[in-house]
């Protein structure tokens, strides 16, 4: 009797386990409906000879990263509304939001990924599906979210070829220089021409690519991480800060809160920067209005002496990022643009913003992809 409950035993967890298995390598690919349209919200100056920045602010959902060839159609159809409205040449450069890349992490997974209430639950279940590749991934993790970085880790080779290929294949179909915004990778770095990983810390990183897809210089690695990036991503130091020549001029690549910090732009205007760019995300919806909340885990600069709660998170956005700090870059324009949408409980706010040393203006708020252009 013994004898015969344990070979049932033995067998229900065999089957058990074959199911779960063949559960875990299972990925149906599910229809999905995404909103292509945009508008162009600001256009600033005249067009020229001398080419111009164009910020994408798009506006994305989980089910957006299904897969990179879903992802791809969205960002098609705005730089096709951008060349139907005149606003794409041999001399634009196109920059995309912050993190834009890192959730490429969701690519591939199962549906109740993209149907989670919250990224918590979203990262349970692709814990859940993925458990031989997260196991070896947890071993080699660093930071102290072993979780995040695991999961980064796990899908970072495909992930860095699916942002290549993303992004540098739109850069050369629509013939412009593309900040691809950023992407959460361990130890980035271009080696002959390809987009490759190491197996050290985590970096927020972005790269561009020029008007052949081929990416210009290395991926910058960000400065100042913020505090909801701290646990599992590095800071690079400023010395790393680099600028790359685009047919616009020479540009230097700021990613979000690095926009605050003089160290950036004395780094960049010691290389000659004429352009900048700052990809940049906001997470909580409502986020721009609220009392600012100081440096998010960051040290203050020194050249800063307001308080939090002194100004709005939009205001401080104005006085103390790149609209406030470029006048004193040596660089002759600028552009700040975010994400929004909404992925999984995030939520996005943050209005993207073009500046010269004399002016900036703000894009208006509001749903839908939005499209940003300062002419040089």
């Not at 990183?205 to 100042?224: E, H, I, N, W, Y």
């Amino acid at each position: 009797m013994f004898k015969l409950l344990r070979i049932i035993t033995l067998t229900l967890s065999l089957a058990l386990l074959a199911s779960y298995l063949l559960w875990s390598e299972t990925r149906p690919v599910g229809h999905y409906l995404s909103d292509l349209r945009s508008q162009v919200v600001l256009d600033e100056g005249q067009p020229g000879e001398h080419g111009n920045l164009l910020g994408i602010q798009p506006e994305l959902f989980a089910g957006d990263y299904q897969s990179r060839e879903r992802l791809e159609l969205k960002f098609v159809a705005y730089l096709e509304k951008a060349r139907g409205e005149g606003l794409l040449n041999d001399k634009t450069v196109v920059v995309l939001p912050e993190h834009v890349g890192t959730w490429l992490v969701a690519s591939g997974e199962k549906a109740e990924v993209y149907r989670a209430a919250t990224l918590d639950e979203a990262m349970t279940w692709m814990a859940a599906s993925n458990p031989l590749r997260l196991g070896l991934a947890w071993f080699a993790a660093h930071g102290e979210d072993r979780l995040a970085d695991a999961l980064l880790r796990m899908k970072a080779k495909r992930m860095a070829k699916d942002y290549q290929e993303l992004f540098g294949g739109l850069a050369k179909r629509f013939g412009v220089t593309l900040v691809a915004g950023s992407i959460v990778l361990p130890e980035p770095r271009v080696e002959n021409g390809q987009l490759r990983v190491g197996k050290g810390p985590l970096y927020n990183a972005s790269l561009v690519f020029g008007v052949d897809g081929t990416p210009l210089g290395q991926p910058q690695r960000k400065v100042f991480p913020i505090r909801d990036e701290q646990p599992f991503t590095a800071a690079a130091p400023a010395s790393d800060l680099q600028t790359v020549d685009t047919p616009a001029g020479r540009l230097g690549v700021l990613i979000c809160a690095d926009s605050w910090y003089p160290a950036g732009y004395a780094e960049l205007m010691r290389q000659g920067a004429q352009l900048l760019a700052v990809p940049a995300f906001l997470s909580g919806n409502g986020h721009w209005q609220r009392p600012w909340g100081g440096y998010n885990g960051a040290p203050a600069p020194a050249d800063v002496s307001l308080r939090p709660g002194e100004l709005s998170e939009g205001e401080a956005w104005q006085r103390l990022a790149l609209a406030g700090r470029l006048p004193d870059s040596g660089a002759r324009a600028g552009i700040t643009v975010f994400m929004r949408g909404q992925l999984w409980d995030l939520g996005s706010d943050g209005q993207s913003l073009v500046a010269t040393p004399q002016h900036y203006r703000l894009a208006d708020d509001g749903p839908g992809a939005r499209l940003v252009n300062l002419w040089l």
